[in-house]
């Protein structure tokens, strides 16, 4: 038995070899001997010793060697190698084991005789003894791998070539799949990256609709319809009859549902539609709707106009004009094309210029996924690769119509016209599914460089860009040769050029966008892609900004005192509603959008001065009917002269506007001139704190405190929440929140849930009324009477108002179915010193004038108001005895009583003669 002793560093194995009895050792030794022939050659001795020593020895001796393990005994070679195998998974080479024995000389072949040592040949070293140390086996691994596998293995060019040839492949389908995951997240990810759009209202086409002819037409030019003179053939045309006007209605999808494109009949007949017939069916129709027009986006500091498109809606000849020109071996590459770079390369080197591009279709759309516009080698590398995967998993048709939807078209003013569908509306005001072939053609060729070939500053360059792409599209055999000649021929046919602003209503659009973040809807999961469509009237939206602009730069040319300062120059606001549904037709929120964002309308905090006077009067008519009292009514008489009182421990002694007194004088007179002093002493007689409760209940919610000068509005108010106030007057007690939005559609059609207010009944109907008629006396005689130098036709009911020093002019005007607002002063208080009168009612005129406002409607008189003869001086129910009687209205149980400061006589009588003359 041999056991080897622990060498350093390695755990203790043991080794025992059992020899085979002498009887068998004939058979052994032949099998020893076989092998060591095997291995060794014949110069190796083929028998073995025939004594026991030697043959002990002889098996001890190096000169017996394998190529792994040799034993004669089977249970020596298993636990050799389960030792070996145990060795190998730890790491450790594998060694033989010895007992310790006595130095025995060494003979000519290397053995060692009497010391017990087996030697093993390894795979990788000779299995030897230290000589120094006399234990342990040491195994040359690393010399005999450079002596088995030499130097040619570790410099061999052929598999240096191999392994580098791996390793970039390895990398490159790495970065190809990070590509393909970042760039089919991307694509699927495109349309939801449409900003929401934000449309006006429709115009409803009704025999209820009070219209202007002209103003029609406007508005069929604004949506880019255009005039023809035989019949409408195609949506986007229309034509003027006698009397009538015949329109091809465009498609649209409204929040209700799909409408189709239809050609219309509508008669107009004084001022108001009469007839409206479908030209296909010969029905007749109740109403008809005229789409609304985009006004914006709510993409923040990025303006874009999009419009998505499907595929299978654009006409064959639009997609043909943009393979022709753009890709033409579009349908026969997978991504990239070898031949049209080797092209753009010839043609750009010949030309001396980048003349021609070598991108694909494909290629381009990765570009657009990546819009950082970072052009670098390795964002081109990645742009290839993404190019490549987009071909891989998504089909031709899908690649295009993304395409086709993401390229830049245009550019109009600070907005971006982006994808062939927006461009169909900026440049022709149509659908793309409508396009025929030069539109086509045009639109195909203004990709590759909408700045070189825009058609309203460049037609020349357009028109030659447009038949180039006829031309390629004929050599491709997408046209035929009369179809060339003939689209060759046809002119540019542009709409008008659109205003340079796309955001028509920029206040209006700030507002849209906070209230549907105050309405939760505009969360990153639903703001994207949807369709806002509002309330606003374009055409009044455009109207109210020539107005606010116009009359601003005229007062500061009529007035010194107005021209801009250091500090600021004049701004002035305007706002329109439905009174009977709060809808916001107009919203003007200062006079340059560009220079301030601040909406003047909804962020503004200004005293409304005599504008708050109406809610004192409504409160005291409210207040008497509620106490069945003639507490305060029209006939009421006040006294205008000199008052001084104290508040809140100082004195304060108001005045009129004009700095002058008229002694007694009605409710109604004194509403009417807007009489400082008289209102104050009717805010005493009603209750201060009623007047609060009346004016919260109206809508006013900015702080409001019960003190005397509350009647002359000395507390702020947001003009929003002012004009929405006045909605109870004009709709004769009921209360409308203002609101922007009719609904919100997401990307997929679904309608969206947008919070509604209801109407809110804030006041009685008699007790409205008769502040309406109060109201419109302003503007018959009072201080709103100039009002009808500019041309306004109707029925109106309106005040004005002025603060201290003129820091603020405003005036309300309203109708059955119009109420606006106009305001003009200085962001920083400077003083206007000049009233609503002058400068706020002008802005009010103008608008109104041209808001198509149905001059047949009036306000019918509510029951429970009855109608007396009052005495002029006393305000009490006029006898025969009175000498001067006039009509006035009152809440049925309000009527003052009989007058009784008269006596009658031939002093009466004459009184009346006197009065009737004067009158």
């Not at 929401?196 to 115009?203: D, E, H, L, Q």
């Not at 108001?654 to 007694?664: A, I, S, T, V």
């Not at 007690?733 to 947008?754: N, Q």
């Amino acid at each position: 038995m041999w056991a080897r002793r622990r060498s350093p560093g390695f755990p203790e194995p043991t080794l025992t070899v059992r020899l085979p009895r002498l009887s068998s050792w004939n058979e052994a030794q032949e099998g020893a001997a076989r092998r060591i022939a095997a291995r060794t050659g014949p110069s190796r001795p083929a028998t073995p010793p025939t004594d026991a020593r030697a043959r002990t020895s002889a098996l001890a001796s190096s000169s017996w060697s394998a190529p792994d393990r040799v034993h004669t005994d089977r249970d020596v070679a298993s636990t050799m190698k389960t030792k070996a195998d145990g060795r190998r998974r730890s790491g450790h080479p594998r060694r033989a084991t010895s007992s310790p024995s006595p130095a025995a000389p060494v003979d000519g072949r290397g053995s060692m005789e009497g010391r017990g040592i087996i030697s093993l040949r390894a795979r990788h070293g000779t299995l030897v003894d230290h000589p120094v140390r006399g234990k342990g086996v040491r195994r040359k691994f690393m010399a005999s791998i450079r002596k088995e596998r030499g130097a040619w293995w570790r410099f061999d060019p052929v598999r240096l070539l191999l392994r580098a040839g791996l390793a970039v492949a390895l990398v490159l389908a790495g970065l190809l799949t990070l590509a393909s995951i970042d760039a089919n997240w991307r694509f699927a990810h495109l349309e939801a990256a449409a900003p929401a759009r934000v449309f006006s209202a429709p115009f409803v086409l009704s025999d209820r609709v009070a219209v202007v002819r002209e103003d029609l037409f406007e508005r069929l030019a604004r949506l880019g319809y255009r005039k023809i003179d035989g019949h409408p053939s195609m949506p986007g045309e229309y034509s003027v009859r006698f009397r009538a006007l015949e329109i091809f209605l465009n498609a649209f999808n409204y929040p209700t549902g799909r409408v189709e494109a239809m050609p219309v009949r509508v008669k107009i007949g004084f001022g108001r539609i009469g007839h409206i017939e479908n030209l296909s069916s010969g029905e007749d129709l109740e109403r008809a709707l005229i789409e609304p027009e985009p006004l914006g986006t709510l993409s923040g500091s990025v303006r874009e106009e999009r419009l998505a498109v499907s595929i299978d809606d654009l006409p064959k000849h639009l997609l043909d004009a943009v393979v022709a020109v753009e890709d033409r071996r579009f349908y026969r590459h997978s991504g990239i094309d070898p031949r049209a770079l080797a092209r753009a390369l010839f043609a750009n080197v010949k030309s001396g210029e980048v003349v021609q591009g070598g991108s694909t279709i494909t290629q381009q759309l990765a570009k657009n996924l990546y819009p950082s516009g970072e052009r670098t080698l390795t964002r081109k590398l990645w742009e290839t690769l993404a190019a490549l995967s987009l071909e891989a998993l998504h089909s031709k048709s899908e690649i295009l119509e993304r395409y086709l939807n993401q390229i830049y078209m245009a550019q109009r003013g600070p907005t971006s016209i982006i994808g062939v569908g927006a461009a169909s509306g900026h440049y022709f005001g149509k659908d793309a599914r409508y396009l025929d072939l030069p539109e086509a053609a045009l639109v195909a060729g203004l990709i590759q460089s909408p700045g070189r070939y825009h058609p309203y500053r460049h037609p020349r360059e357009a028109l030659e860009r447009r038949n180039l792409v006829l031309r390629l599209m004929r050599d491709e055999g997408f046209i035929t040769e009369p179809q060339y000649d003939e689209a060759r021929e046809a002119p540019l046919s542009l709409r008008p050029e659109p205003a340079a602003d796309a955001r028509q209503a920029p206040y209006f659009i700030d507002f849209v966008a906070q209230q549907l973040q105050d309405q939760g809807l505009r969360d990153p999961a639903s703001r994207l892609g949807i369709r806002v469509f509002t309330t606003l009237d374009p055409l009044l939206q455009a109207r109210a900004d020539k107005a606010v602009d116009a009359s601003l730069k005229q007062y500061e040319r009529a007035y010194t005192q107005l021209r801009p300062l250091p500090g600021g120059e004049i701004q002035g606001a305007f706002v329109a509603l439905n009174p009977s549904d709060g809808s916001i037709l107009a919203m003007v929120g200062g006079r340059n959008y560009g220079r301030s964002q601040f909406n003047r309308i909804t962020q503004a905090h200004r005293q409304p001065g005599s504008a708050f006077k109406p809610f004192v009067y409504l409160a005291g008519f409210q207040k008497a009917q509620d106490e069945r009292t003639p507490l305060f009514t029209a006939a009421t008489v006040l006294d205008d002269s000199p008052l001084e009182m104290e508040v809140s421990g100082h004195p304060w002694a108001p005045q009129n506007f004009d700095q002058e007194y008229r002694g007694p004088v009605s409710a109604r007179q004194a509403l009417a001139l807007s009489l400082n002093v008289p209102t104050i002493r009717a805010a005493e007689t009603i209750g201060l704190r009623d007047i609060v409760r009346m004016a919260r209940r109206c809508g006013i919610e900015s702080p409001l405190q019960p003190v005397p000068s509350i009647a002359l509005g000395t507390f702020e108010v947001v003009p929003l929440e002012m004009v929405s106030a006045f909605t109870t007057i004009a709709t004769l007690g009921t209360r409308a929140w203002p609101r922007a939005i009719i609904a919100v559609v997401d990307d997929s059609g679904k309608v969206m849930e947008v919070p509604t207010h209801p109407p809110q009944e804030a006041a009685t109907p008699q007790a409205s009324y008769l502040t309406l008629d109060l109201m419109r006396d302003v503007v018959r005689y009072g201080t709103g009477a100039a009002i009808w130098s500019y041309g306004v036709e109707g029925e109106f009911a309106g005040k004005t108002g002025t603060t201290d020093e003129g820091r603020d002019a405003w005036f309300v005007g309203f109708t059955p179915d119009f109420l606006g607002l106009a305001w003009v002063g200085f962001d920083n208080n400077r003083p206007l010193r000049l009233g609503g009168s002058a400068l706020a009612l002008p802005i009010w005129a103008q608008v109104a004038r041209g808001a198509g406002i149905d001059r047949g409607r009036r306000w019918e008189m509510p029951s429970g108001i009855v109608e007396e003869e009052v005495d002029s001086t006393t305000g009490l129910r006029a006898t025969a005895r009175c000498p001067d009687s006039t009509p006035e209205i009152f809440i049925e149980g309000t009527e003052p009583p009989e007058c009784d400061q008269h006596q009658g006589g031939f002093e009466s009588w004459a009184t009346r003669i006197m009065n009737w003359f004067r009158h």
